[in-house]
């Protein structure tokens, strides 16, 4: 999609620290971390949010998000420690980016509820 940050970053046309890549999946750290590890792990296919997964993307997509923050989970060593996987959706879930994103946040002791 021409006008999405997320987009262009799976494309390569905007520069971000990428940590993570297969054929479907790109994950790259969120350039306003609010933890030691903020990641943003993203289908490289628009999909606005997970409100908009079709029947088959569940299937096939989610496992290949899951493989990944699997991965970064031990890379980032928070295995052990424990770590909070967010997919903020819609306006009130507090999305501003719209394409499908799942933040791997850890390195600090979470607070619940979130604001
Ligand atoms: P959300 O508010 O859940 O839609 O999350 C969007 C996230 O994208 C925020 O945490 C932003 O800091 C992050 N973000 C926005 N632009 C970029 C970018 N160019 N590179 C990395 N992260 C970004």
Same mark, same amino acid.
């Given at each position: 999609m021409d006008d999405c940050i997320f987009c262009k970053i799976a494309q390569k046309e905007l520069s971000s620290e990428v940590v993570y890549e297969t054929k479907d999946v790109i994950a790259f750290r969120d %350039? $306003? @971390? %609010? $933890? @030691?590890t903020h990641i943003l792990v993203i289908p490289?296919?628009?999909?606005?949010s997970l409100s908009q997964l079709g029947q088959s993307e569940r299937s096939n997509l989610l496992p290949k998000i899951y493989d990944a923050i699997d991965e970064l989970v031990k890379k980032e060593s928070l295995d052990d420690k424990g770590y909070r996987v967010v997919s903020n959706t819609g306006k009130e879930g507090g999305q501003t980016v719209n394409h499908l994103h799942f933040h791997l946040l850890g390195g600090r002791s979470m607070q619940w509820p979130p604001g």
């Open positions: %350039v $306003a @971390p %609010v $933890a @030691p490289k296919e628009h999909i606005q």
